[in-house]
Nanobody, 117 residues
């Protein structure tokens, strides 16, 4: 089992920045990758960025966001710059863990990011 705790969300003005953090605990030794997804009201959850062997970003990131991982702290970060109102959403952390029978996704509780115009 893996527990994920996100932090760093909040209210920011358009053009501003936020840094999200996600700390993993529990069975972290078999985590293959970690990443961030987001879900805006009335929309489906979508990938923002993921870091495993490589970094993957959604097209809408357009160089504004950077994902990083501190393995010593079992923490993944998402630095978000040049935020706009379309970035308003609940941001969820995900860990992909290798189980004996396959891979399993673990999710955090989400952190709200609100960008005011």
């Amino acid at each position: 089992q893996v527990a994920l705790v996100e932090s760093g969300g909040g209210l920011v003005q358009a053009g501003g920045s936020l840094r999200l953090s996600c700390a993993a605990s529990g069975g972290v030794g078999s985590i293959n990758g970690m990443g961030w997804y987001r879900q805006a009201p009335g929309k489906e959850r979508e990938l923002v960025a993921f870091i495993g062997g490589i970094r993957t970003y959604a097209n809408f990131v357009k160089g504004r966001f950077t994902i990083s991982r501190d393995n010593a702290k079992n923490t993944v970060y998402l630095q978000m710059n040049s935020l706009n109102s379309e970035d308003t959403a609940v941001y969820y952390c995900k860990a992909l863990r290798r189980e004996p029978w396959g891979n399993k996704d673990y999710w955090g509780q989400g952190t709200l990011v609100t960008v005011s115009s």
